[in-house]
């Protein structure tokens, strides 16, 4: 709740409500070409910086892969624009976007933040994206949600754990925060390692439950867009 974290947030939430209320007077080529924008700035993100931190001698293969939440929401979201069959993804990262998103603004940690401006100013950016783009697609492109999202994404998230946990134990990382908790005040974190881990799965369940209700809002309620 700092000066700084008050401006970042209210900027990035600025822009991202603009986005989604200009889509809505956009014709169906130029929401396209904004989420192929939106899509080819995660591409340059997710291949530029660890090939930057790899130059400067900071890659760590325990914290530099994209193994986060984020870090696979923004790998999806950088190709999902390009893809003709989006849908199990969409159903996906909807929920790890917006959720992995919020998180990351509300309780910031640049695990691979180096001092510079460049990386300060790319994890607003990127994580604003990996949180608007689903939204994006949900209210301006005719993208919905499928019956059985809930299910398949608290599933395909628990592959994932299964996946990353081990993994975290061989390299010594914490991917996703399974190995020892977040170092912020983050509300969703009780207690100790595994106990938290726990109530990460209880969590995910309300809000997977929160986002597939919220997303029966739309915006043409309030803004009417162009035929």
């Given at each position: 709740?700092?000066?700084?974290?008050?401006?970042?947030?209210?900027?990035?939430?600025?822009?991202?409500?603009?986005?989604?209320?200009?889509?809505?007077?956009?014709?169906?080529?130029?929401?396209?070409?904004?989420?192929?924008?939106?899509?080819?700035?995660?591409?340059?993100?997710?291949?530029?910086?660890?090939?930057?931190?790899?130059?400067?001698?900071?890659?760590?293969?325990?914290?530099?892969l994209p193994l986060h939440l984020c870090g696979i929401s923004g790998i999806i979201c950088a190709v999902l624009p390009f893809l003709k069959r989006k849908q199990a993804l969409f159903d996906f990262v909807f929920y790890t976007g917006i959720i992995g998103g919020v998180m990351s603004?509300?309780?910031?940690?640049?695990?691979?933040?180096?001092?510079?401006?460049?990386?300060?100013?790319?994890?607003?950016?990127?994580?604003?994206?990996?949180?608007?783009?689903?939204?994006?697609?949900?209210?301006?492109?005719?993208?919905?949600?499928?019956?059985?999202?809930?299910?398949?994404?608290?599933?395909?998230?628990?592959?994932?754990?299964?996946?990353?946990?081990?993994?975290?134990?061989?390299?010594?990382?914490?991917?996703?925060?399974?190995?020892?908790?977040?170092?912020?005040?983050?509300?969703?974190?009780?207690?100790?390692?595994?106990?938290?881990?726990?109530?990460?799965?209880?969590?995910?369940?309300?809000?997977?439950?929160?986002?597939?209700?919220?997303?029966?809002?739309?915006?043409?309620?309030?803004?009417?867009?162009?035929?």
């Amino acid at each position: 709740m700092s000066d700084e974290w008050v401006r970042n947030n209210l900027i990035a939430l600025a822009l991202m409500l603009v986005t989604l209320v200009v889509g809505r007077f956009l014709n169906k080529k130029q929401n396209t070409s904004v989420l192929y924008f939106m899509g080819a700035i995660l591409v340059f993100s997710t291949i530029y910086s660890p090939f930057r931190s790899y130059l400067a001698g900071d890659w760590d293969i325990a914290a530099d892969l994209p193994l986060h939440l984020c870090g696979i929401s923004g790998i999806i979201c950088a190709v999902l624009p390009f893809l003709k069959r989006k849908q199990a993804l969409f159903d996906f990262v909807f929920y790890t976007g917006i959720i992995g998103g919020v998180m990351s603004m509300l309780t910031p940690q640049m695990n691979s933040y180096d001092g510079s401006q460049f990386a300060y100013v790319e994890y607003y950016v990127r994580h604003s994206i990996i949180l608007v783009m689903p939204i994006y697609m949900l209210q301006n492109c005719g993208m919905e949600l499928s019956k059985k999202s809930i299910l398949k994404t608290f599933i395909n998230l628990n592959i994932l754990l299964a996946i990353v946990m081990p993994f975290n134990f061989y390299v010594g990382g914490n991917y996703m925060y399974l190995a020892e908790p977040p170092q912020v005040k983050n509300p969703l974190v009780i207690g100790e390692w595994p106990y938290y881990v726990f109530w990460f799965e209880v969590f995910m369940i309300l809000l997977l439950v929160l986002l597939f209700y919220l997303s029966k809002i739309r915006l043409n309620q309030i803004f009417k867009p162009t035929v």
